[in-house]
């Protein structure tokens, strides 16, 4: 399901951006358990996997029925000693107007049984913005109904400078019973708040070289302006 293609010549796609920002965790445990551990201090107490692309069953109709995956599923152990996810969708320069899925009566009976939301037959949750949140958060959701994990948490992470994705997450929010992600399951982070972790768990290098890379659009206003 990964488009080699896209990840090695699109440099505005956010696949690429799931490999710099995690492909090295997948390699190196004590650098994942500091990252995680970092950005989620009251869940992630030791990571077990990262896994990119994933789906707990692409079509099966014990979960959304349809295609959908995560960008990175990071398996973990909690604070509390369940077993746990972080499910991620990372996005760059994508604009929340992706072309929307096919509706299925799955998605109605998802959104009515996993007790997330405040207004579940909202015509707004099944149109861009925010259906492939919806979708996401639901697969989550019912990750753990079915029994396959204890617990887990649907995050994006965006660049704070993303505006459009920014603005999908707060109206997103606004469908939720809760903002508190031990309740509603959905956190969001930026790019920047990333970054900055990888900074203060002593990772100069990879902080430094994922701002250049995507953060720093000075060199941008160079090329343009001089």
């Not at 697969?139 to 660049?159: E, Q």
């Not at 994705?165 to 309740?183: E, F, G, T």
């Not at 768990?201 to 430094?208: F, H, N, P, Q, S």
Request: proline share 5%; hydrophobic share 35%.
């Amino acid at each position: 399901m990964i488009d080699e293609e896209r990840l090695w010549t699109n440099m505005l796609s956010s696949q690429p951006l799931c490999f710099n920002l995690f492909g090295g965790m997948k390699l190196d445990a004590d650098k994942a358990n500091k990252f995680f551990r970092h950005l989620f201090p009251d869940y992630v107490a030791e990571v077990n996997g990262i896994y990119f692309e994933h789906s707990p069953g692409r079509g099966n109709p014990a979960f959304t029925a349809d295609y959908t995956a995560f960008d990175v599923l990071v398996v973990c152990t909690t604070v509390d000693g369940e077993s746990g996810f972080i499910a991620i969708e990372v996005k760059y320069t994508e604009t929340m107007t992706e072309p929307p899925a096919t509706m299925r009566p799955r998605y109605d009976e998802l959104s009515n049984s996993v007790g997330v939301y405040n207004t579940p037959d909202s015509t707004a949750l099944r149109g861009n913005p925010l259906q492939q949140l919806w979708r996401e958060h639901m697969l989550s959701r019912v990750m753990i109904d079915n029994d396959a994990y204890s617990t887990g948490r649907f995050v994006v992470i965006y660049p704070s400078q993303n505006h459009q994705c920014a603005a999908a997450v707060k109206s997103y929010q606004k469908h939720l019973i809760s903002n508190d992600p031990d309740i509603s399951g959905f956190q969001a982070l930026t790019l920047n708040d990333c970054v900055e972790a990888f900074r203060a768990i002593g990772d100069k290098e990879t902080a430094d070289a994922l701002h250049g890379r995507y953060l720093d659009f000075e060199r941008i206003e160079q090329v343009i302006f001089g």
